[in-house]
């Protein structure tokens, strides 16, 4: 090998293990976006992203991936950041990111959804339904998207909808370090409580982390989108309660389950949850309840204009910072919460 090729080929091997990490931000997360990029030092990268009349999405990345570690952040929910666009935009928006990605020779792609959108729909509850989480696992994979990182998945089994690397993230160390500093709690007697038996597992772990009790309450659905609370197994005489979910959406559970828990004897109603979606209609069912002190959620999902003061939000951007730099760094995940990011 001559001189010449052999300094041609030291400068590919240079070239192949010079990585660099670039952090683009969808419609839907673009503050959050901002967050994550601050908080690893970097400038996020650039993307015009925009909808022409009829409602196709158009993205087009205004400086070179290529060769790159992309990492596209992107939570598949209704509100963006001063942009009113659905659930189904953003993920299509997302898919458009990624082909583009693709298409301008990324070397690996990685979809950051804070928020996986239709994750509720993971099994077939009756004839002829889809699975439509498997079928957004699938999109994903065909479109080019190497490896996933999301937080706090609605059903664990969705993990398994993919062929690919999806890293579980949680936002449960943020929330119990938020009870655990609230000065009004201090020296209150605290019960975690389940708004049904399937958050079971997850208001014990809550529960533990916090040396307070559990309940665990029961609910049917006459009809969709509505909620009757039936059973509250546990006590919560005389102590503060801490309402604990996933999500929450028109707020139909947290509502109906905050007033049973009152009527129980519990003297006062927290609330928690990684993903505020606050669908229609739930600032105003918030707005006529009086049995929720405080609702603490985060930044997953953009709070939209006329939430309720008592709503608080959280940032979850050093989590998701902390995750992307050990994915780009080939280290462990879950050694950022210390092998505590389990599903429940």
Same mark, same amino acid.
């Given at each position: 090998m001559t001189t010449e090729a052999a300094e041609r080929v030291d400068t590919h091997v240079e070239r192949e293990y010079a990585r660099r990490m670039?952090?683009?931000?969808?419609? =839907? =997360?673009?503050? /959050?976006?901002?967050?994550?990029?601050?908080?690893?030092? /970097?400038?996020?990268g650039e993307v015009l992203l925009k909808s022409f009349a009829n409602g196709e999405i158009y993205a087009r990345f205004g400086e070179s991936v290529r060769g790159a570690d992309v990492f596209l952040i992107q939570s598949t929910c209704s509100i963006a950041n001063g942009h009113v666009q659905s659930c189904n935009d953003s993920l299509v928006e997302l898919l458009i990111m990624v082909n583009a990605a693709k298409l301008a020779s990324a070397r690996r792609i990685t979809a950051v959804l804070p928020w996986y959108g239709y994750s509720r729909?993971?099994?077939? =509850?009756?004839?002829?339904?889809?699975?439509?989480?498997? $079928?957004?696992?699938?999109?994903?994979?065909?479109?080019?998207?190497?490896?996933?990182?999301?937080?706090?998945?609605?059903?664990?089994?969705?993990?398994?909808?993919?062929?690919?690397?999806?890293?579980?993230?949680?936002?449960?160390?943020?929330?119990?370090?938020y009870f655990r500093d609230a000065p009004e709690l201090r020296d209150r007697p605290i019960v975690v409580v389940s708004p049904d038996a399937g958050r079971a597992?997850?208001?014990?772990?809550?529960?533990?982390?916090?040396?307070a009790q559990v309940a665990v309450l029961t609910k049917q659905r006459p009809e969709h989108s509505q909620v009757e609370m039936t059973m509250l197994i546990g006590d919560v005489v005389g102590k503060t309660a801490i309402m604990i979910d996933d999500m929450i959406d028109t707020?139909?559970? /947290?509502?109906?389950?905050?007033?049973?828990?009152?009527? $129980?004897?519990?003297?006062?109603?927290?609330?928690?949850?990684?993903?505020?979606?606050? =669908?229609?209609?739930?600032?105003?069912?918030?707005?006529?309840?009086?049995?929720?002190?405080?609702?603490?959620?985060?930044d997953t999902v953009p709070l939209r204009s006329g939430a309720p003061s008592l709503i608080t939000q959280l940032p979850s951007g050093q989590v998701l910072a902390d995750c992307i730099r050990n994915v780009f760094n080939d280290e462990s995940v879950s050694e950022v919460f210390e092998g505590d990011n389990q599903l429940f």
């Open positions: 670039m952090v683009f931000a969808g419609r =839907s =997360s673009l503050a /959050l976006g901002q967050d994550i990029a601050d908080r690893l030092g /970097l400038d996020p729909q993971d099994k077939k =509850s009756a004839p002829r339904e889809p699975i439509t989480a498997k $079928m957004i696992a699938d999109m994903l994979q065909t479109v080019g998207v190497d490896r996933v990182l999301t937080m706090d998945l609605h059903a664990g089994q969705v993990q398994g909808f993919f062929n690919i690397p999806v890293d579980h993230m949680t936002a449960v160390p943020i929330l119990v370090q597992k997850l208001a014990t772990h809550f529960a533990e982390k916090l040396g707020a139909g559970t /947290l509502v109906e389950g905050a007033k049973k828990v009152r009527e $129980m004897g519990a003297t006062e109603v927290y609330c928690a949850a990684t993903h505020g979606l606050f =669908s229609d209609p739930a600032f105003e069912r918030l707005a006529k309840c009086d049995d929720i002190k405080r609702i603490v959620v985060t």
